[in-house]
């Protein structure tokens, strides 16, 4: 399945963006979804995920009370809402594929199959 993410952009500190995914080809509904993020210099790292049918939502610890992930599988999207953004949020975000329906609590990059371009997030301070 081919992903594409957008959303990105550049938002002062304490704001809100929302990501979205969406599958050229394939449906996301075979599949849990993930986002990660990236910042320049740091490995990727893990930011939520959500089963395939929109149960079972992990997150980072330092994300979970600022982000929601959704997905709407009719639309073939997979969503991820951030509020109250900080300039250590600066990264590029990839949506992906997870292997299988459901995705445990801390899934690594590894398992995911299919990765979107990325879409840059730049909080401003």
């Known amino acids: 399945v081919q992903l594409q993410a957008s959303g990105g952009g550049v938002v002062q500190a304490g704001g809100s963006l929302r990501l979205s995914c969406a599958a050229s080809?394939?449906?996301?509904?075979?599949?849990?979804m993930g986002w990660f993020r990236q910042a320049p210099g740091k490995e990727r790292e893990f930011v939520a995920a959500?089963?395939?049918?929109?149960?079972?939502?992990p997150y980072a610890d330092s994300m979970k009370d600022r982000f929601t992930i959704s997905r709407d599988n009719d639309k073939n999207t997979v969503s991820l809402q951030m509020r109250s953004l900080k300039p250590e949020d600066t990264a590029v975000y990839y949506c992906?594929?997870?292997?299988?329906?459901?995705?445990?609590?801390?899934?690594?990059?590894?398992?995911?199959?299919?990765w979107g371009q990325g879409t840059l997030v730049t909080v401003s301070s």
């Open positions: 080809d394939g449906r996301l509904s075979s599949y849990a």
């Open positions: 959500i089963n395939w049918s929109g149960t079972g939502t």
């Open positions: 992906a594929a997870y292997s299988a329906p459901y995705v445990g609590a801390a899934p690594k990059a590894s398992d995911f199959h299919s």
